[in-house]
């Protein structure tokens, strides 16, 4: 895996440097790891702002911008984008760029204008995000939809006429979609070589601008889909540079969890067309993220692979839950705190918080500025990170890419219930009581509070599952021994791949190898894999000497999703329920694995 990794950087080093890194004086350009302006270094903390979606967030632009300014951060990230229905109410122009492909609202355009002059006013420089891979205010979803990939009144969250966002077969067939990509372009046309209504200034010539982001959150959860987005960064990135010789570009990537996704993710953020490489980080999301020394390494690691690459990182959203004062048992600000240092201190170009917006709808990471008090003790962190980024420091130096600092696998111990309810040489095995399971992540779905989809156990990334078992009466009589087991690969909680992502699984008894079978692509639903040894030698030696036993399940990098699991003894005397199915029936916090990702 390492000798892999290492020589996917090894190619992506080899690419000339961005044409980013060409930008005239007055504009942000690259120099190496780091950002520069006028020839001095430019680090910043920064704030990723709500004016551009809706009345009361226009409305509210110059308070907002205020706000951010007296917080001391120097760059803005906003998102300049909207596609909605053709023909559709009217509110809906207040959200939008475009209501149908040929739709354009000037107004959209005109309000862009003014946060450029606003933010202009305030030293604050701006980061354009062009699209969004999901479906708020449209996103690819609706651009699918203009390209015939998507029924166009397909429902999402049934709240607003918002389509679904699209799942990793759609999202592959998104990224390879012509229709779909003359579309965009379409857009990018408009925005990237708009002139300001309001200036007479060009967007290229403007260098209130930083970057251009092609997209927020754009990733891929399939084989198919990973290599289509690598060309369709790629390509657009190449389209924003032909219109715009002088911002930078950067690709809009969510970042990575497993190794699998730090991989796509230097392949997508070390293109040649990219000037920079960028990340989301809401670490606290990560059930490995379990204290300040796991949130540094988390930081590192990233920081590692970024300097790999020879390009500077920057963490596009940065997000701590404002609705809980603690975060894994530290103060919400003292988490921050942590993350905002050791970025700092490892050389981050660029980290924007999100969100400043105007109170209104409760939102769980919003600063809301305009209410008294909300999140005092965040917004005064800001401030005093705000000024620690301005000044320049050395770098902590780290270990190369291949040495990762957080590269953990999440271990999960079960019940401890050792299961022996036969029925008829057949055993059941319930797939959430697992004595032991360990992957890159790993967890338990339940399908409750009308959740789609069946109970299943999944391990994200490489990794094994053990369950624990007691034979029956009387094993030496059976006449073969069959495992069944309904499984497929594991997907990040999206389901859909494509033929290319099948994997492997191999099937261990007591340590003995069973012999590896395809694992089929996540559907959420799985397909039957079965095991079977029928030669009387062999069955001899695996039933012979102690009744208890131990199945394990092992995965390559494509994970497992477990729906069933059976094992059978044809002609095996027939056992009584002894009740230590019941042991360990209580499970604890560790062996209640959180939900699927």
């Given at each position: 895996m390492r000798a892999r990794f290492a020589a996917l950087l090894l190619s992506l080093l080899a690419s000339p440097p961005p044409v980013g890194a060409q930008a005239p004086e007055g504009f942000v350009r690259v120099e190496g790891e780091r950002f520069v302006l006028d020839g001095a270094p430019f680090a910043f903390l920064g704030a990723n702002v709500a004016v551009m979606h809706g009345p009361r967030h226009r409305d509210a632009l110059e308070a907002t911008l205020?706000?951010?300014?007296?917080?001391?951060?120097?760059?803005?990230?906003?998102?300049?984008?909207?596609?909605?229905?053709?023909?559709?109410?009217?509110?809906?122009?207040?959200?939008?760029?475009?209501?149908?492909?040929?739709?354009?609202?000037?107004?959209?355009?005109?309000?862009?204008?003014?946060?450029?002059?606003?933010?202009?006013?305030r030293g604050l420089r701006v980061v354009l995000v062009l699209s969004n891979r999901w479906a708020d205010h449209g996103g690819f979803s609706r651009y699918a939809a203009w390209g015939g990939l998507l029924d166009p009144d397909a429902s999402g969250d049934g709240s607003d006429g918002r389509l679904p966002d699209l799942r990793p077969a759609e999202l592959a067939a998104f990224f390879r979609c012509a229709p779909c990509d003359e579309a965009f372009a379409?857009?990018?046309?408009?925005?990237?070589?708009?002139?300001?209504?309001?200036?007479?200034?060009?967007?290229?010539?403007?260098?209130?601008?930083?970057?251009?982001?092609?997209?927020?959150?754009?990733?891929?959860?399939s084989?198919?889909?990973?290599?289509?987005?690598?060309?369709?960064?790629?390509?657009?990135?190449?389209?924003?540079r032909a219109l715009d010789p002088h911002h930078l570009i950067s690709a809009g990537h969510i970042g990575w969890r497993l190794r699998r996704g730090r991989a796509v993710w230097a392949r997508v953020v070390g293109l040649e067309e990219i000037d920079y490489a960028d990340s989301h980080a809401y670490p606290h999301r990560d059930p490995r993220v379990r204290s300040l020394a796991d949130l540094r390494a988390w930081v590192d690691t990233r920081v590692q692979v970024a300097r790999a690459l020879g390009k500077p990182l920057v963490f596009g959203e940065v997000g701590v839950p404002l609705d809980a004062r603690r975060v894994r048992g530290r103060a919400r600000a003292g988490w921050l705190r942590a993350f905002l240092a050791r970025g700092r201190r490892d050389g981050v170009a660029g980290a924007l918080v999100w969100i400043y917006r105007a109170a209104g709808r409760p939102s769980r990471y919003a600063i809301h500025f305009d209410r008294p008090g909300h999140a005092r003790d965040v917004r005064a962190l800001l401030r005093r990170e705000a000024r620690a980024w301005r000044r320049p420091r050395p770098r902590r130096p780290l270990p190369p890419a291949d040495a990762p600092r957080f590269d953990p696998r999440q271990l999960r111990r079960g019940t401890g219930a050792l299961q022996d309810r036969w029925a008829r040489g057949v055993l059941a095995l319930p797939v959430e009581r697992f004595h032991r399971a360990e992957f890159e992540l790993v967890?338990?779905?339940?399908?409750?509070?009308?959740?789609?989809?069946?109970?299943?156990?999944?391990?994200?990334?490489?990794?094994?599952?053990?369950?624990?078992?007691?034979?029956?009466?009387?094993?030496?009589?059976?006449?073969?021994?069959?495992?069944?087991?309904r499984l497929s690969t594991e997907l990040p909680g999206l389901g859909g791949g494509g033929p290319g992502d099948a994997g492997e699984v191999v099937l261990h008894w007591d340590g003995a190898s069973l012999g590896a079978r395809p694992s089929p692509p996540d559907d959420g639903r799985g397909s039957v894999v079965r095991w079977e040894v029928d030669d009387p030698a062999r069955l001899r030696r695996l039933l012979a000497g102690r009744?208890?036993?131990?199945?394990?399940?092992?995965?390559?990098?494509?994970?497992?999703?477990?729906?069933?699991?059976?094992?059978?003894?044809?002609?095996?005397?027939?056992?009584?329920?002894?009740?230590?199915?019941?042991?360990g029936a209580g499970q604890g916090e560790a062996g209640e694995p959180e939900g699927a990702p």
């Amino acid at each position: 895996m390492r000798a892999r990794f290492a020589a996917l950087l090894l190619s992506l080093l080899a690419s000339p440097p961005p044409v980013g890194a060409q930008a005239p004086e007055g504009f942000v350009r690259v120099e190496g790891e780091r950002f520069v302006l006028d020839g001095a270094p430019f680090a910043f903390l920064g704030a990723n702002v709500a004016v551009m979606h809706g009345p009361r967030h226009r409305d509210a632009l110059e308070a907002t911008l205020d706000a951010v300014a007296a917080d001391g951060h120097r760059v803005i990230r906003v998102w300049a984008l909207g596609e909605g229905p053709a023909g559709g109410e009217a509110w809906r122009r207040d959200f939008a760029f475009r209501l149908g492909p040929e739709g354009w609202v000037e107004a959209s355009f005109r309000h862009l204008d003014r946060v450029l002059v606003a933010a202009r006013e305030r030293g604050l420089r701006v980061v354009l995000v062009l699209s969004n891979r999901w479906a708020d205010h449209g996103g690819f979803s609706r651009y699918a939809a203009w390209g015939g990939l998507l029924d166009p009144d397909a429902s999402g969250d049934g709240s607003d006429g918002r389509l679904p966002d699209l799942r990793p077969a759609e999202l592959a067939a998104f990224f390879r979609c012509a229709p779909c990509d003359e579309a965009f372009a379409a857009h990018l046309r408009r925005v990237v070589g708009r002139t300001n209504a309001l200036t007479g200034v060009a967007y290229r010539d403007d260098p209130t601008l930083l970057a251009w982001e092609l997209a927020n959150e754009v990733a891929a959860h399939s084989e198919a889909g990973e290599e289509a987005l690598v060309a369709w960064v790629r390509r657009h990135a190449r389209a924003v540079r032909a219109l715009d010789p002088h911002h930078l570009i950067s690709a809009g990537h969510i970042g990575w969890r497993l190794r699998r996704g730090r991989a796509v993710w230097a392949r997508v953020v070390g293109l040649e067309e990219i000037d920079y490489a960028d990340s989301h980080a809401y670490p606290h999301r990560d059930p490995r993220v379990r204290s300040l020394a796991d949130l540094r390494a988390w930081v590192d690691t990233r920081v590692q692979v970024a300097r790999a690459l020879g390009k500077p990182l920057v963490f596009g959203e940065v997000g701590v839950p404002l609705d809980a004062r603690r975060v894994r048992g530290r103060a919400r600000a003292g988490w921050l705190r942590a993350f905002l240092a050791r970025g700092r201190r490892d050389g981050v170009a660029g980290a924007l918080v999100w969100i400043y917006r105007a109170a209104g709808r409760p939102s769980r990471y919003a600063i809301h500025f305009d209410r008294p008090g909300h999140a005092r003790d965040v917004r005064a962190l800001l401030r005093r990170e705000a000024r620690a980024w301005r000044r320049p420091r050395p770098r902590r130096p780290l270990p190369p890419a291949d040495a990762p600092r957080f590269d953990p696998r999440q271990l999960r111990r079960g019940t401890g219930a050792l299961q022996d309810r036969w029925a008829r040489g057949v055993l059941a095995l319930p797939v959430e009581r697992f004595h032991r399971a360990e992957f890159e992540l790993v967890g338990v779905y339940r399908p409750e509070d009308g959740r789609p989809g069946a109970l299943h156990l999944w391990g994200a990334g490489e990794g094994a599952v053990d369950y624990r078992l007691r034979l029956p009466a009387g094993p030496e009589a059976a006449e073969r021994l069959v495992i069944e087991a309904r499984l497929s690969t594991e997907l990040p909680g999206l389901g859909g791949g494509g033929p290319g992502d099948a994997g492997e699984v191999v099937l261990h008894w007591d340590g003995a190898s069973l012999g590896a079978r395809p694992s089929p692509p996540d559907d959420g639903r799985g397909s039957v894999v079965r095991w079977e040894v029928d030669d009387p030698a062999r069955l001899r030696r695996l039933l012979a000497g102690r009744p208890v036993r131990r199945l394990r399940l092992e995965a390559d990098a494509r994970g497992l999703a477990l729906y069933a699991l059976e094992v059978r003894l044809p002609g095996a005397t027939a056992a009584t329920v002894s009740g230590h199915g019941q042991e360990g029936a209580g499970q604890g916090e560790a062996g209640e694995p959180e939900g699927a990702p």
